[in-house]
């Protein structure tokens, strides 16, 4: 069965600091890779999402993130943090093996950022 | 535009006792739809999923088992609550093709005393 890992249970930054978020997953097929935020009190947000083409995907407030298919990471950037960034975010994976998958998908751990102004 | 509720959103339950979430999707149909548990400093653990109604997919053994009875209509429940219940549960929904996103509820905090 796939997994998928995410190196940092807790990221503490400054505002104006960049970010980096990784994932890693273990799956050699074709695969469909998220990222949710969970910003406190709200519910599990899409922050961005890849399916195929360009490997670096834009998705909203900011955020990127670079699909490296040789290192089966999917590793999610900010040039520079705000104080609203404070939230946990996920990384999820749908492995597609051949047919439909459902839109199954394996959720790393969480990664919880606390952003000071 | 679509929307999915999910009630309650907290629940205090004693062990042994039955348990019914309800979760529903409004705004398109033939929803894919899922149910996810959290546990504390893990991510989100897929249960179950539908893909129509009456198909129901389970993806961990354990002490719980859904129901899809309509469409846009997708009930988790148990007849007999464990400690280990305890979590928070998350409804999603789906629309086809694969390459489709999934998009969630405000949960359930469940906790069994």
């Known amino acids: 069965a796939q997994s998928v890992s995410q190196h940092n249970h807790h990221v503490i930054l400054s505002e104006a600091a960049s970010l980096e978020l990784g994932c890693n997953y273990s799956?050699?097929?074709?695969?469909?890779l998220f990222w949710y935020v969970q910003y406190p009190g709200q519910h599990l947000q899409l922050l961005l999402k890849?399916?195929?083409?360009?490997?670096l995907v834009k998705g909203i407030k900011g955020f990127e993130a670079e699909f490296i298919k040789s290192k089966f990471s999917f590793n999610l950037r900010k040039p520079s943090v705000q104080w609203s960034d404070t939230a946990e975010y996920f990384c999820?994976?749908?492995?597609?093996?051949?047919?439909?998958?459902?839109?199954?998908?394996?959720f790393g751990q969480g990664t919880i950022l606390t952003v000071h102004p | 535009s679509q929307t999915i509720h999910q009630w309650p959103a907290t629940l205090v339950q004693p062990v042994g006792s039955p348990l019914s979430l309800e979760c529903t999707v409004e705004?398109?149909?033939?929803?894919?739809l899922y149910w996810y548990r959290q546990a504390a400093g893990r991510g989100l653990q897929l249960l179950f999923y539908?893909?129509?109604?009456?198909?129901i997919s389970s993806e961990v053994p354990q002490n719980l088992s859904a129901s899809r009875p309509q469409d846009r209509q997708f009930i988790l429940s148990s007849k007999k609550l464990l400690l280990s219940d305890s979590g928070f549960y998350l409804c999603?929904?789906?629309?086809?093709?694969?390459?489709?996103?999934?998009?969630f509820g405000d949960g359930t905090r469940l906790s069994i005393l």
């Open positions: 999820a994976v749908n492995a597609r093996a051949g047919g439909t998958s459902y839109g199954k998908l394996t």
């Open positions: 999603a929904w789906r629309a086809d093709p694969d390459n489709q996103p999934q998009h």
């Open positions: 539908s893909v129509g109604i009456g198909q």
């Open positions: 705004g398109t149909s033939n929803p894919n």
């Open positions: 799956y050699g097929g074709t695969v469909n």
């Open positions: 890849y399916f195929s083409g360009d490997p």
